[in-house]
């Protein structure tokens, strides 16, 4: 039996499905969803991260986050966190980074966040013998009690979202329905009558930014997606590098969606945290060195590398690659007034 038959039939027996019941079993159901069962990434894959495209990216997410830990006081015991780890490639690159920050190592124990199971014995792989205190959960609430140090890149964009189409002033929900034999979209709408809501998202950034305001910390959310406004649909499958159809292949493509950062910095409610407005992650990058640290590999690399580590610091940080669909937020204690990269104009 395929997903689709599986979708199929729960539409027979119990009606239509949400556009986010939709998302979840593309992505997560427990035999066929898309991350369970399968290694994505990579040029061979469907989809490639930024961690993967250079180590730089991992070096300064590292450096921002041990910085953040010494503006809150270098503490004894923090918890390293990452929001779905992918290959492990930036924590992996996070901890390297991070060796020679004194007390540090000492300080952190890891954790990590994660599905699925084929990337959780990936990301134990890459991560093996880089920390002694390693632990995967299954879920944010599993945390620790200590101040924080997270980072999440691409996490938010694969959490289900719903829709709901506008029609003569009357909203209602989008839907995932049976056509004769066809999964078909429900009412479809015009692009630019969509919006949409991603509730996890929400509960998240809540739960986050609740654990930064008890204990302290920090958290680094990097996505793409949008600062204001509604994108309309923007529901998207990607298969092989290229987009697909979204109700077709079902659990063979990666679906995700444009996060809504202004909807995600409401979620940041206490009073006791401070948001940090998203800025564009090109403009993050460079402002943390990206340029000179990338001249720097450069000068012990191979001409083959050069290239590599050029080209990838044009594909992180260039306007018309990931430097501006992608936005980089953060969320703080208060004693982080000015994180690194943030103070903006
Ligand atoms: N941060 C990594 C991977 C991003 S891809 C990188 O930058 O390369 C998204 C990751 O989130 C995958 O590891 C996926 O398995 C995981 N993931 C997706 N939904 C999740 C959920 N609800 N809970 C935990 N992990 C999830």
Redesign the pocket.
């Known amino acids: 039996m395929s997903l689709e038959d599986i979708i199929k039939d729960r539409i027979r027996e119990n009606g239509a499905l949400t556009v986010a019941k939709f998302m979840e079993l593309a992505?997560?159901h427990h035999e066929y969803g898309y991350?369970m069962k399968r290694d994505p990434?990579g040029t061979a894959g469907d989809f490639i991260?930024?961690?993967?495209i250079s180590q730089v990216f991992g070096e300064i997410v590292g450096a921002w986050l041990a910085h953040c830990w010494q503006e809150i006081g270098s503490p004894e015991e923090v918890a390293l966190v990452?929001?779905?780890?992918?290959?492990g490639?930036?924590m992996a690159d996070i901890l390297r980074a991070t060796k020679n920050v004194k007390g540090f190592h000492e300080a952190i124990s890891v954790h990590v966040?994660?599905?699925?199971p084929v990337?959780k014995q990936k990301q134990w792989k890459a991560l093996a013998g880089k920390h002694e205190r390693i632990e995967w959960h299954e879920?944010i609430s599993m945390l620790p009690e200590l101040p924080l140090l997270l980072v999440?890149?691409?996490?938010f964009d694969?959490?289900p979202i719903r829709q709901f189409v506008n029609i003569n002033g009357t909203t209602k929900e989008r839907m995932v329905e049976l056509s004769g034999d066809d999964l078909v979209f429900s009412p479809s709408g015009e692009q630019d009558t969509i919006t949409e809501s991603c509730e996890?998202a929400l509960e998240i950034m809540r739960s986050i930014s609740q654990h930064i305001a008890n204990c302290g910390g920090a958290a680094l959310i990097i996505d793409y997606g949008y600062l204001e406004g509604s994108r309309g649909d923007t529901l998207q499958a990607m298969k092989n590098h290229e987009y697909h159809d979204i109700l077709k292949n079902i659990g063979n493509c990666d679906i995700t969606a444009h996060v809504d950062f202004q909807e995600l910095g409401k979620a940041v409610l206490s009073e006791n945290v401070l948001l940090h407005k998203a800025v564009p992650q090109g403009a993050f990058l460079m402002r943390l060195g990206a340029g000179v640290r990338t001249t720097a590999l450069c000068e012990a690399a191979s001409g083959e590398q050069q290239q590599k580590l050029l080209s990838g610091l044009k594909r992180l940080a260039d306007p018309s690659e990931m430097g501006e669909l992608f936005k980089v937020m953060a969320v703080t204690s208060k004693q982080i007034k000015n994180p690194d990269g943030f103070n903006y104009v």
């Open positions: 992505l997560s991350y990434f991260t930024a961690p993967e990452e929001l779905g780890a992918g290959r490639t930036l966040v994660e599905i699925s990337l879920d999440a890149n691409e996490f694969a959490l996890p």
